[in-house]
């Protein structure tokens, strides 16, 4: 029996099928830098909304009857607009000026502004809601905390939490 022995390694490049011809070459030249400059483009830069996604915050919510604690040590706006909603308040919209004196709507109360450069401590009087307002707090099971970074008029980030009604809160 004779044995025939391979003239090249299977694994070889420069097997007829794998040899790395010139237009070959030319190719994957062209490809590498293509991916190259999408690379350096894209990860160079984020775009308006990178940002505006879900925001990581240590946020701690304590409702009673009378009062929302709202301790959020992690949120480092300068300064915030605060809101309680009955319902889920609308998206933030894009960045712009849509932003520009935005306010989540008539669904939610709103709390002021208060300085968070160092975190936020605060607590919300439910006192404070309107008698109009109160129907629609008293038949929602869940509210929403809404934190608003401001930057003079327009509305830089957001983040929400919602929480169950507090105990005993009462329509009058």
């Not at 350096?40 to 919510?61: E, F, K, M, Q, R």
Request: aromatic fraction near 6%.
């Amino acid at each position: 029996m004779r044995v025939i022995e391979p003239t090249e390694p299977a694994w070889s490049l420069d097997t007829p099928r794998r040899r790395l011809t010139p237009k070959r070459s030319a190719i994957l030249a062209a490809l590498a830098t293509l991916g190259g400059l999408v690379a350096l483009v894209s990860g160079c830069t984020l775009s308006p909304v990178a940002l505006d996604g879900p925001i990581a915050v240590n946020l701690h919510i304590r409702a009673s009857a009378d009062t929302v604690e709202v301790d959020a040590p992690g949120w480092f706006a300068p300064t915030s607009s605060i809101y309680i909603c009955a319902a889920e308040p609308p998206p933030l919209p894009e960045p712009g000026p849509e932003r520009d004196g935005w306010t989540p709507g008539p669904g939610c109360h709103a709390y002021g502004t208060h300085p968070s450069k160092d975190g936020l401590a605060v607590d919300l009087p439910l006192a404070d809601l309107g008698v109009r307002e109160r129907p629609a707090f008293a038949a929602a099971p869940d509210w929403t905390l809404l934190l608003l970074s401001v930057e003079g008029d327009r509305v830089t980030s957001a983040v929400r939490s919602q929480f169950r009604r507090p105990n005993g809160f009462a329509v009058s």
